[in-house]
Every structure is written in C-alpha cells, then in structure tokens.
C-alpha cells in the first residue's frame, strides 16, 4: 500500500525514541538487511538519544543516535533510512538535527560508503579506516596476563576497588567525560578486566554479549599492544562462539594478530570528525572502541 512522505524532508518533524520503540528500530534494522541486535538496540534507547522520523503509517523511517560525553564530544551512529524511503533527504534532515542538538562539541562518527558522501558534505573529514573483525578467537598458549576488573556487588551501593581508576584512566585515554555511560556498560557487559603495574591500572577491556551470541569486545584501553593483546586474549579465553572486535588500520600490528588467532575483515567503516577538530585525549591508548554506534 503506496504510503507517501509528501512533507519536504527538512520540515520533517524528528522525535527522540525510547525503550518502548525497540520493535519499531528492529524493524528498520532488518529493512536494511542489518542484524537483528536487540540488546545492543534497547542499550542505545536507554543510554544514548535516539532520535526517529516516522512515516504516516507508524514505522520508522528513519534513525539516528546521539551519544554526548558531557560537553566536549558527541558520537553518532546508527544512521539508518528505509529502504522505501531513500533518496527524499532524510538522511540529511535526521543528521542536521543531532548536529544542532550536540552543540560544540566534537562529533565523531564511524561512516559506511553509502553514507559517506553526506557526511563528508555535512563537513565531516576522514582521519582512519576501521576494520571489524570477527572468528573464533583462539587463545593460543598465552598466559593468563589479566585479572577481572573489581567493581563490586552493586556499582552504586558497593562500587568495587578499580571502578574510580578505571573511570579516571579512560577519561585520561578519551579525553571527555563519560563515566556514567561507562558505568552503565560495565553492568551491561559480559566481563570486565584490567591490567595493571605497581601503581595501579594501565588499562581495562570490556566484553559483552549481542543477541545472536557474538561476543563483542570493546571498549580496549591499555598502555601498549602487549597489553591490548593481553585484554582480547583474556576476554576471548573461554568463548563458546564469534567473537567481533574494531581495530583501526593504522594498528597493522594488532590485526595482524587478530588475522593469525582466526579472525577476518567482516567489514571497513570510515572514521570521520566533523571539520577536522582535534579529538580529546590520548587517542594511541585507545586501541578498540566501545561501539561503532557510540564511540
């Protein structure tokens, strides 16, 4: 049944989703062939914006999520238009408004080739290509060089030993303050670990579990590829099935690695900062990041 957006594209009023719409965002996702991720999906609707253009007859036509971490960065992800209607502007029009909304500070995004002409006329400039890799990680004979990260029985009522370190060190790392979003992933997550010297941590690595049981793992902070290595091998150690991490291409080392322990190229995304601000932080500890659709 023919159902028509009549009203031009920037003019199209654009709303912020919640929990409630997470059949509607599934729904989309698998009108453009993308996985069905429904716990990564329902993370996003409770703690990033996620912001939708509906069509006439109630489904989505279009989403976008923003990300803040406070002021000064903002991610963006999950840019997806129906495949019905393609081609009218929404994809600008749904883009337009998250820039307006996240004000100054430095927004940041993982691009795919189709969408990366709009972005790169929306002022966004490359500064990396990303692979993501998935397999069967094998561990190999590698020690166990890792410990799983404190953070307590309750993070609000009993946080643990390392949950300030680690919130400080990935502050550090990311140059912006995220420790209440990253809170919320450490009590999301699969596992979590640490490694660290004398002083205390060094660097921490997050793993967590998608709907179709692909272990994801992301993000990796950690003082050097040893050590970046150290935290996969560890968080990969008793997997029952695919593991996907990110890793950009300026990290050959890494995913020469990850090539040899069983994993392969899935995909590449283009990382993009939009007029070609530097990003906050100390970006060469930061080996993985959290996920392509908040940062």
Not at 119 to 133: D, N, P, Q
Request: aromatic share 6%; glycine share 10%.
């Amino acid at each position: 049944m023919p159902d028509p957006l009549t009203t031009p594209a920037a003019e199209l009023p654009v709303r912020r989703l919640g929990p409630e719409d997470l059949d509607r965002c599934l729904a989309l996702s698998e009108d453009r062939a993308w996985s069905r991720e429904e716990r990564k999906w329902l993370f996003l609707l409770e703690n990033a914006e996620v912001y939708a253009i509906e069509a006439p007859s109630g489904e989505l036509a279009g989403t976008v999520t923003l990300t803040r971490y406070g002021t000064t960065a903002a991610g963006i992800g999950m840019m997806l238009v129906a495949t019905r209607y393609g081609g009218r502007g929404l994809g600008r029009r749904l883009m337009t408004h998250v820039l307006d909304t996240a004000g100054d500070a430095t927004v940041f995004l993982w691009a795919t080739e189709l969408g990366r002409p709009l972005y790169e006329k929306l002022g966004f400039e490359t500064l990396g290509v990303t692979e993501a890799r998935v397999g069967r990680l094998r561990p190999g004979d590698d020690p166990v060089l890792t410990r799983p990260a404190d953070l307590g029985a309750d993070l609000d009522s009993d946080p643990g030993a390392d949950l300030d370190a680690l919130l400080a060190l990935d502050a550090e790392v990311f140059g912006a303050d995220r420790a209440a979003l990253l809170a919320r992933l450490f009590a999301f997550a699969e596992e979590v670990r640490v490694v660290e010297d004398e002083t205390g941590p060094t660097g921490y690595a997050v793993s967590w579990r998608a709907t179709n049981n692909v272990l994801f793992i992301g993000p990796v902070v950690a003082g050097d590829e040893a050590a970046a290595r150290a935290l996969v091998t560890d968080l990969a150690r008793d997997a029952d099935g695919l593991v996907r991490i990110e890793v950009e291409r300026s990290r050959p080392g890494l995913l020469g690695w990850l090539g040899e322990r069983g994993t392969s190229q899935a995909f590449s995304t283009t990382f993009m900062v939009r007029g070609g601000r530097p990003l906050p932080g100390d970006r060469t500890r930061m080996y993985a990041p959290m996920m392509l659709a908040m940062g």
